[in-house]
Structure formats: structure tokens, C-alpha cells
Nanobody
């Protein structure tokens, strides 16, 4: 079992930036691939970004490529999502997730553990 706790969400104006953090409970954190998903009201949960256990391999949704950066610090059991040039359409609840599978997983069903989510609201 892995417990994930997100933080760093909030209200920001369009063009602004935020950094989300996700702290994991287990010391075996480094053996999990980590991902970020988001869900806007009335929409399905969608993939945002993922990072391999070592941090060497990352994947991004086309909608965030060039604006968001995922990274991890295995010594701190934490994964980050740096978001710049935010747009109103980035407004959603952002979830951190852990997967036992290999890198590049973009489907929610491929992730085993989830955080409770953190709200990101981008005003026009």
C-alpha cells in the first residue's frame, strides 16, 4: 500500500505558475512509476504527465507539453509537477498516482494507488 498526498494547488491568473507536490508514504517509492492526472467538472480523468522510477524517462499529454514539467526526488519520496503559462482550461482537480508497471503509462487503469487530489483554478 502506498499513501499519496498532494499539495500546492490554488487559484492563479492565466499566464501564472504553480508547483504541485506529491509525497509518498513508502520507502519503496523509487520502485514506482509516478504520474499526474487531472479531472475537470463533467469530464473524464485525463493523463497529464508521468515519470519513470529513475526520473530519466518522462511523458506528457500534448495539451501540456512545453508548459508542464514532471520530476521526482526519490530521497524525499516526492514527485513534482511544475506548471507555467497556465490557461483557464488547465482548471481541474489534479491527482498524483503510482504504478507498478513500466514507464509511459497514460491510462488511469494502469495506476495502482491514488492521492486525494488538489484543486487548481486558473482565472482568465
Amino acid at each position: 500500500q502506498v499513501t499519496l498526498v498532494e499539495s500546492g494547488g490554488g487559484l492563479v491568473q492565466a499566464g501564472g505558475s504553480l508547483r504541485l507536490s506529491c509525497a509518498a508514504s513508502r520507502r519503496t517509492f523509487s520502485s514506482y512509476m509516478m504520474g499526474w492526472f487531472r479531472q475537470a467538472p463533467g469530464k473524464e480523468r485525463e493523463f497529464v504527465a508521468s515519470v519513470s522510477w529513475s526520473g530519466a524517462s518522462t511523458s506528457y499529454a500534448n495539451s501540456v507539453k512545453g508548459r508542464f514539467t514532471i520530476s521526482r526526488d526519490n530521497a524525499k519520496n516526492t514527485v513534482y509537477l511544475e506548471m507555467i503559462s497556465l490557461k483557464p482550461e488547465d482548471t481541474a482537480v489534479y491527482y498524483c498516482a503510482a504504478s507498478k508497471l513500466g514507464p509511459g503509462r497514460i491510462r488511469a487503469s494502469e495506476y495502482d494507488f491514488w492521492g486525494q487530489g488538489t484543486q487548481v483554478t486558473v482565472s482568465p
